[in-house]
């Protein structure tokens, strides 16, 4: 019944820990091997990214059942469209930044590879699992792996930041549980979806307590996307992080937003009865909210690492609201946003490191981590390695690919940006009954006026690094370097040249989202199918 | 039974809590322990609380299902130890490097200014 097809879908997990295991086993000091079986997981991950992706075209849900348990005795993993978007995503930018990594950071500190790999698959896992423990799981590997990722390279900022990232990141793990806690005691399962199909049916004097519970653990998702007032810790923490790492990390915010588009559509859609929409009021304020204060952190930074920090907060604001809008055309744009701005910010934190290097900010930051981990012949190896290639032009390349990224985010013509934001706002005013709501305002203003702040600041930052700042010399990029930030900035121009299919495709992901009986029928009708066909 | 124990989970994160909030890196860990330890004692009480009883069978009973205690809150407790004792391991760690590095335990990496 189950052909090797059904397998691929616990692969993406299996390929990053297995490589990663491997690995520490191979030792940091056998970099060839180490960095050999990183590309060939990195590789394998996003073939079967793409693979799911394509089979995930169909309306229907797969889903796959850990050990072959019966579903709600077992875990099922569920591939979606939305979840195999996800995971492309995750190998796009992944394998964007291990490129990135190749070229001096991955001496930075001890097992940067395998901590990449453990990343990848605690994201992968987050993105896939059809369960809320599980989930919570796979929230912590991803999160272990991240603390990790954050202190890589050590030093006084990045500890400093570190310590707070941890210390939040714990408290927000505590939150989950209780919330995973509260709605186990009350509807008796943690199976998303047999909970969606349980909510209708909770007693009326339990359901404050059901909705809290998954109000609790709706806190530690916005921790995690960073709705203000609960993202302070997140420009920092990106800010100080080593630029692959940030760019992987700029993912972990976007997976707040997965499991809010997961577990609230599915637990509070139209089919919810009593607790249908419970909570949409928070999340559109919430995002409106964070998308002020977003604006107003890019518009006040100096800093160009704390400018892309900023930008995440926009983009999470953005998302936010756009969710708590609740309609399923609006959602189809926002995915859009989501698949735009994740490219776009992870190639604006790779883009970053390489432009400081003209200002010799951060070939300062590098010199001073070297000294602190302190092995002599590596920084021999590093000083011969770095006088190698180095691109003509590359001042050019690197200011047209930073206009680029400003275009992207704030959404100005002819990129993807602009497309999703017009796709956003255009059903908000097509749909909207006659008199448009005050939010449905207020969220246009928002978006346009982020879009300036965001406009603004790059301009700035960029005449500030690429034409005052040339008196200064010239950076020393690597190919290994640019490439990924090319790499990141052509699927951006991939997916504007292809924004029909693409918006097709968020939009059909988006109404699967919002009427989520195919997804209940696939879980649930599982078991059925089992309890009849076996013994 | 129910109000020992909602006492005690309610101090141990009333504790926690207020520790979390003090600008000392040690009381911040202390904090976050004793905050685990209460959602751990919260995960397990929402199996149901009974006392005296057997884990599995109760001796000349047939063995029915409402025998059982629940045995998914101790599985969902036990991951939880698990992973708040690494993650508080590393933290420790985070904690002492931060304390080489800056040479303060202030948990900004500097003394407020006073």
Redo the contacts between chains.
Sequence with gaps: MIGWMDHLVIAPIVVPMLAGAAMILAGDRRRRLVVGIGGVSLALIMALAIALLLRAQVPEVRIYRLGDWPTLFGIVLVTDRLSALMLVLTACLGLAAFLFSLAKWQRAGVYFHPLFQFQLMGLNGAFLTGDLFNLFVFFEVMLAASYGMALHGSGVARVRAGLHYLTINLVASLLFLVGVSVVYGIAGTLNMADLAARIPLVAVEDRGLVEAGLAVMGVAFLIKAAMWPLGFWLPGTYAAAAAPAAAILSILSKVGIYAILRVWLLLFGPEAGASAGFGADWLLVGGLLTIAFGGIAVLATQDLPRLAGASVLVSSGTLLAAIGTGQAAVTGGALYYLAGSVLAIGALFLLIELAERAREVGADVLAVTREAMGPGEEEEEAEAEETGVAIPGILAILGLSFMACALLLAGLPPLSGFLAKFAILSPLLGTAPAPIPTTTWLLMVALILSGLATLIAMARAGIAVFWVGQASRVPRVRVVELAPVLLLLALSGALTLGGGPALAYMQATADQLHAPGDYLRAVLGARAVLTGGTP | MELILSLGIGVLTGSGVWL?LRPR?FQ?IIG?CL??YA?NL??F??GGLRTGAAAILQRGEAGTLANYADP??QA?TL??IV??F???A??LV??L??RG??GTDH???RERDR
């Design positions: 979390l890196t911040v976050l905050l685990s959602v919260f995960i009480s929402t998914l809150p969902l991951t939880a992973i708040s690494a993650t508080t590393l933290l985070v904690l490097a931060s590095l800056t948990v900004d990496g």
